[in-house]
DNA sequence: CCGATTTTCTTGAATGAGTCAAGATCTCAC
DNA sequence: GTGAGATCTTGACTCATTCAAGAAAATCGG
């Protein structure tokens, strides 16, 4: 778990000036895996005090376009945020009850990367999401 | 290209009521390739004269749950739809204008339908999206 | 340390895709 | 042809997200 000291040094390293509402966002981010934009400022609201809406969702768009955080949307779901950025790994998302959980990439063969003809587009990521049902919701049924 | 007698046929293959609304979105789909929901209004009424957006919305939600046509939500972009429903294509999407093309799976791997650990949910769907720059975007960057 | 500059945050309003609801109309099985 | 149930029309509404303008705060050069 990373401390304040940490996400200080990430909006460094992204040069990225270091806030209060930043230092917050980050850590409800980490601290809340894939949640989305009301949970976030939810939490930055508690370890923060007020914050308005506003200043979440500008963190939010300057953290992803720094690549500090990464935003997901499956389809017929609000947008949502995963801290880890990084690796290029996929997530797995319930029909149901819209749970999510991620998915590594099966290593040695990444052949999610590769289109079988690519239309001559320039491709550079290959976003794979897998749907189906959370175990909860499979003995609910 | 299908003709009206044949989206009929599709209509009632699934047990839908055959109505004006609906062959003239299900042709709309047909004719505008991951069109958005308000290209296939404008479609619609050009042919059918007046449909309200609400018909259109609803008749969308019962050929998509008749898989008639697959419904499809890049991040960042309003509801398209795809007419190629049965087959278990992916799509490329241009970071820069939007544009969407298909993209075969490639044949006799599937890999995107295996998750590497799938921490036991059920999977019946393996969904790829390739993000990159389409040719027109690459020229006029 | 301090002011200047630029970014970021607050407040409050607006946008727009999509949904809800109630009643009229149409499809289809009989 | 007729009735039951599905589908369409009209019109209002929701709510995630964005826009705009001014206030506050972070960084940098001195």
Same mark, same amino acid.
């Given at each position: 778990?990373?401390?304040?000291?940490?996400?200080?040094?990430?909006?460094?390293?992204?040069?990225?000036?270091?806030?209060?509402?930043?230092?917050?966002?980050?850590? &409800? +981010?980490?601290?809340?895996?894939? %949640?989305? #934009?009301? !949970?976030?400022?939810?939490?930055?609201?508690?370890?923060? $005090?007020? *914050?308005?809406?506003? &200043? +979440?969702?500008?963190?939010?768009? %300057?953290? #992803?376009? !720094?690549?500090?955080?990464?935003?997901?949307?499956?389809? $017929?779901? *609000?947008?949502?945020?995963?801290?880890?950025?990084?690796?290029?790994?996929?997530?797995?998302?319930?029909?149901?009850?819209?749970?999510?959980?991620?998915?590594?990439?099966?290593?040695?063969?990444?052949?999610?990367?590769?289109?079988?003809?690519?239309?001559?587009?320039?491709?550079?990521?290959?976003?794979?999401?897998?749907?189906?049902?959370?175990?909860?919701?499979?003995?609910?049924?």
């Amino acid at each position: 778990m990373p401390t304040t000291l940490d996400y200080e040094g990430m909006l460094r390293s992204a040069r990225l000036r270091v806030t209060r509402p930043r230092l917050g966002v980050l850590a &409800a +981010v980490h601290n809340l895996p894939h %949640a989305d #934009t009301e !949970a976030i400022i939810d939490a930055a609201r508690t370890s923060l $005090g007020d *914050v308005s809406h506003q &200043a +979440v969702y500008d963190v939010l768009r %300057a953290l #992803t376009a !720094a690549g500090l955080v990464r935003r997901i949307q499956p389809t $017929g779901s *609000v947008a949502r945020y995963d801290s880890r950025a990084a690796d290029n790994h996929h997530h797995v998302v319930c029909r149901s009850c819209g749970a999510i959980a991620d998915v590594d990439c099966a290593v040695g063969h990444a052949p999610c990367l590769t289109a079988s003809d690519d239309h001559d587009y320039l491709i550079d990521e290959a976003e794979v999401t897998y749907w189906g049902l959370c175990p909860a919701c499979r003995f609910a049924a």
